[in-house]
């Protein structure tokens, strides 16, 4: 429907309620009929489908919440963008408890816009600006008989409006999106504060208790006190945590809140039998009141007026801000000194709600579509670094839905059978384990009544760490226990009498092997790790693991670094991944995705079973919060015909030309390591030893510029410090193609004059049947640009064993003759351009033919390499100079 039609569908009805108006009927509508036959139809011609046939929970009907009723939810790419608290005719929209409802709701639910309407009005507000007054909350309103006149504003709230934008826009225009902190952010940041008042007043009033049962301590109140928020939220309880200190303030102050607060544990653990109330140390210890009554306080209501509401806190955003949480530890119990854990050394990131749905959606759900009921209970989802649990919380919901799908209908006794039987999670941190526990039962507390224990299924320990004891204690002596060997098949043997998991899915840690301080668990990763190799990754040890854990056929989805792709370290992943697995999907996700973390991310998603060499991977790419499928795929041909097993996202490019190896033809040399610059380098000439040094800083395309620095090069010396490597002066004092180590693409130049390089800098110094200036123009071409990112997809290093495996195209003397006297040209432009100072005329037009020149140089290697046209535009439209 267009914007036009659209206008005009809802000026019908307008003409429908002026007759209502007419005939005194509006009072008579209550909020069923007012939202069935007006507001509903008025958003469907907004271009929302609300009764879900095209986008299934395009809307949807919201559950009852504490401080009243939010009726829908509008979502995009299934991420909610807006709610709509929807009034019968009769309410007086003006009323701020109504504005106040819809505004504390969609904060606490991390939505920025609230929407109040009876159709006789419509109210706009921003629920991210801090509530201070109506008016500034307020963005817009429109009374029914201004919804044509002025359609350009009601047009902020169609479907087509929010795709693109517009609300924003205007709001920033209007200077209506200040923002305060979301619910998560601010949370997290009471979380902290109030773990820090704890630590400290425990530390103060019970001098005994040691550093490691004291942050257990302190963890577990405050979980019991989310858990308590939550029961109290969901209409389950009574406030029963503010009434505490009410009774505390009307009593004079006189009686010991924490003491009460002990005594309702203890009625919690009768209610609900949850390990979480179950008898503790900590239940022993003194506390001040002040410090309990600042952290229940600040459990209803923010600083700047804003009130939490747990029932509308989703369990994975209460996930999200665990994840967080757990990432900052106590340094000092008297200093509120914040340094970051060992889950961030751990390099663990809190994933997005829709990422996280997507990957249960393209593991469990493909193996959801075949099950009948029967099989319900006996599917087994695992993930293997769970942290807060939110992984495995989406999992849940997803087999709920398959369940009540199934059955029809599903109770109480069916949520907790699908936690015991189905859901299983093991972190290496005990308190993640508690929180995911939590985590896990605040999703199916609805009433009271004993809650399952998930101890069982729930566990702590280290995923790549099993064996005898006998074992243990011969790699890691004295402090093998430390390791928290996790023995798979003994901890859950239910699992393994199917033959292992279903379904494997997570975030596991990215961490170098290179930078894990222990060494025993470091030579333990290389000796039971067939993926092991120089500088891989704890998240290949991980993906190893899992297809170990999974039965026949069985699906692993995980989000982790691209850093795998092409890089040589995981040259032995890529080979397992080939011959052991059958990759499905890979799906490329853009930068900023994780707020906390700079790597570039995947999705990968894997079956265990054998792949044919004719299998193909789909590719994909998260583009504006959608999952994009790329127009061509990866086939396992392709990866073992690429050096090292490499896997790319760009379309292939086949090499018709008949070529060699650049390594079969060049000789390289790295460039000279000092290890001491302090030493060995300097501005000036030391004696008749010192040489002209470049680094990689000097060095570009077809130019260099000597930095002012001199190489004192006594390689007896440098090999004195570790690490020292003086190389061979004879291959540096000699005409060469010198390539920079760190780029995006392949840059080169050639010295005819004698410099000696350091170790950012790769050389060819010796070269057959092919001359040097040919070779360099191969080498800086867009074609070698394409071809390196396909082969050698992550990181910028330019390293020599991947340089060794570019193909050159053989070529005629003259061919050669041709190309070499263009590269020749090229590099006596670029060294003109480079001593020219100002942007001037000249400047311009030289810069102008060395474009022309490049262009020229790629026409002609195009034709040595036979590419087609359609090869040509590819690479010319994602490979610029």
Not at 302 to 331: H, K, M, N, W
Not at 507 to 522: E, G, H, M, Q, W
Not at 581 to 609: H, Q, R, W, Y
Not at 843 to 864: F, G, M, N, P, Q
Request: aromatic share 12%; charged share 30%.
């Amino acid at each position: 429907m267009t914007k036009q039609e659209a206008k005009q569908q809802i000026a019908k009805l307008i003409e429908k309620y002026q007759r209502l108006v007419d005939t005194r009927k509006v009072k008579s509508y209550n909020e069923a009929q007012t939202r069935n036959e007006f507001i509903e139809p008025l958003f469907e011609f907004l271009g929302w489908d609300m009764r879900n046939l095209e986008n299934p929970n395009e809307v949807t009907t919201e559950e009852t919440v504490s401080k009243g009723r939010v009726d829908l939810a509008f979502r995009l790419n299934h991420i909610p963008v807006m709610f709509l608290e929807a009034k019968a005719l009769k309410v007086d929209l003006d009323e701020w408890k109504w504005a106040e409802q819809a505004i504390n709701y969609s904060w606490n639910k991390s939505v920025t816009w609230a929407i109040l309407s009876d159709f006789e009005g419509i109210k706009v507000f921003n629920a991210e600006i801090p509530p201070k007054s109506l008016s500034q909350n307020l963005f817009f309103e429109l009374k029914w008989h201004e919804y044509l006149d002025r359609f350009d504003q009601l047009w902020l709230l169609s479907k087509e409006s929010f795709e693109e934008k517009k609300l924003a826009e205007q709001a920033e225009k209007w200077g209506k999106l200040t923002k305060r902190k979301q619910v998560g952010e601010k949370l997290f940041e009471d979380l902290t504060t109030w773990r820090a008042l704890l630590t400290k007043d425990f530390k103060k009033n019970n001098s005994n208790i040691d550093d490691d049962a004291l942050d257990e301590g302190v963890q577990k109140v405050l979980d019991r006190l989310i858990f308590i928020r939550t029961a109290e939220d969901r209409k389950i309880e009574q406030n029963i945590l503010l009434s505490l200190v009410r009774e505390w303030e009307t009593a004079g102050k006189k009686h010991n809140i924490f003491k009460r607060l002990n005594d309702g544990f203890r009625w919690f653990d009768d209610h609900y039998n949850s390990k979480l109330f179950a008898s503790h140390a900590l239940e022993n210890w003194k506390a001040d009141d002040k410090v309990f009554e600042t952290i229940i306080k600040g459990l209803y209501q923010t600083a700047d007026g804003y009130r939490y509401d747990f029932s509308a806190i989703s369990t994975d955003v209460l996930g999200g801000i665990y994840e967080q949480y757990l990432g900052y530890v106590q340094e000092k119990a008297q200093k509120d000194d914040k340094k970051k854990s060992k889950r961030k050394s751990q390099g663990i990131y809190y994933t997005p709600r829709y990422i996280v749905e997507y990957l249960i959606e393209q593991t469990l759900g493909e193996v959801l579509k075949k099950a009948k009921a029967k099989d319900i209970p006996n599917i087994k989802i695992l993930d293997p670094a769970c942290g807060s649990g939110s992984f495995l919380i989406t999992a849940y919901d997803k087999m709920l839905e398959a369940k009540t799908k199934l059955d029809k209908q599903t109770g109480l006794f069916d949520r907790f059978e699908i936690l015991k039987n189905n859901i299983y999670g093991v972190d290496l941190d005990e308190q993640a384990i508690e929180i995911a526990q939590l985590n896990l039962l605040l999703r199916v507390l609805s009433q009271r009544t004993k809650l399952p224990t998930l101890s069982h299924n729930i566990r702590i320990g280290n995923s790549l760490v099993e064996g005898e004891t006998e074992k243990l204690q011969e790699v890691f002596g004295d402090k093998w226990r430390e390791q928290k060997a996790f023995n798979w098949k003994d901890d859950f043997p239910e699992v393994f009498k199917n033959e292992g998991f279903d379904v494997i899915i997570g975030n596991p840690p990215y961490v170098n092997l290179a930078n894990i301080k222990d060494s025993s668990f470091r030579e333990w990763l290389k000796k039971e790790f067939k993926t092991a190799k120089n500088k891989s990754d704890l998240y290949s040890f991980f993906t190893e693991k899992a297809i170990s854990l999974l039965k026949p056929k069985g699906k692993m989805g995980f989000i982790f670094s691209n850093s795998w792709l092409g890089t040589d370290s995981f040259s032995k992943f890529r080979e397992f991944l080939i011959n052991e697995t059958k990759v499905l999907k890979l799906v490329k996700l853009p930068p900023g995705v994780f707020n906390d973390a700079t790597v570039t991310t995947i999705l990968i998603f894997i079956e265990k079973s054998k792949a044919a060499k004719k299998h193909q991977i789909v590719l994909e790419e998260l583009k504006d919060q959608k999952f994009v499928k790329l127009p061509y795929k990866l086939s396992y041909e392709r990866i073992f015909n690429t050096p090292n097993f490499g896997f790319s996202f760009s379309p292939e490019i086949k090499l018709r030309a008949k070529t060699i190896l650049l390594g079969d033809i060049a000789s390289f040399s790295l460039g000279i390591k000092t290890s001491n610059d302090e030493r060995f380098i300097f501005d000036e000439r030391k004696d008749e030893n010192s040489y002209k040094i470049l680094r990689g800083k000097d060095v570009s395309r077809y130019s260099y510029g000597w930095g002012g620095k001199w190489i004192w090069y006594k390689p007896d010396l440098i090999i004195e410090k570790v690490g020292g490597r003086p190389r061979k002066i004879e291959n540096f004092l000699t005409k060469k193609i010198i390539i920079k180590d760190v780029a995006e693409n392949v840059h080169a130049t050639l010295d005819k004059s004698n410099y000696l390089n350091n170790d950012t800098l790769n050389v060819i110094y010796e070269l057959k049947k092919y001359s040097f200036e040919f070779i360099l123009a191969i080498l800086n071409s867009r074609f070698i640009a394409k071809w390196f990112k396909t082969n050698f997809q992550a990181g910028l290093h330019i390293k020599i064993n991947q340089l060794q495996q570019i193909p050159i195209p053989e070529a005629s003397e003259k061919e050669q003759a041709e190309i070499a006297k263009l590269a020749e040209l090229m590099l006596n432009l670029q060294k003109e351009a480079h001593e020219m100072t100002g942007n001037t005329d000249k400047h311009a037009r030289l810069k102008t033919e060395i474009e022309k020149l490049d262009e020229k140089i790629d026409r002609a290697i195009y034709k040595l390499y036979d590419l087609t046209d359609e090869e040509i535009a590819t690479i010319e439209k994602t490979e610029a100079k």
